[in-house]
């Protein structure tokens, strides 16, 4: 499973990932500097993906609770 995820990204160069977002190059970056930097022992990066959190019954209970946890 694993190969085939790396196998699938390998084709997102900087170059295609800037041209496809229009993010600027600096800043894209940027961002995988810091991302990068969290691949330490004592320190790991948390991505949270909220879509739907806010339509649950208990909604703005859960969206209260997943920023607590950061």
Not at 41 to 56: D, E, I, M, S
Not at 57 to 68: F, H, L, T
Request: hydrophobic share 35%; aromatic share 10%.
């Amino acid at each position: 499973m694993w190969n085939l995820l790396k196998e699938h990204v390998a084709r997102y160069t900087i170059d295609e990932v800037v041209n496809i977002t229009g993010t600027p190059r600096a800043q894209y970056e940027n961002v995988c500097e810091i991302i990068g930097s969290t691949s330490k022992k004592n320190k790991v990066a948390t991505f949270l993906y909220a879509l739907g959190w806010t339509q649950h019954s208990k909604g703005a209970q859960n969206i209260r609770s997943m920023a607590w946890c950061n």
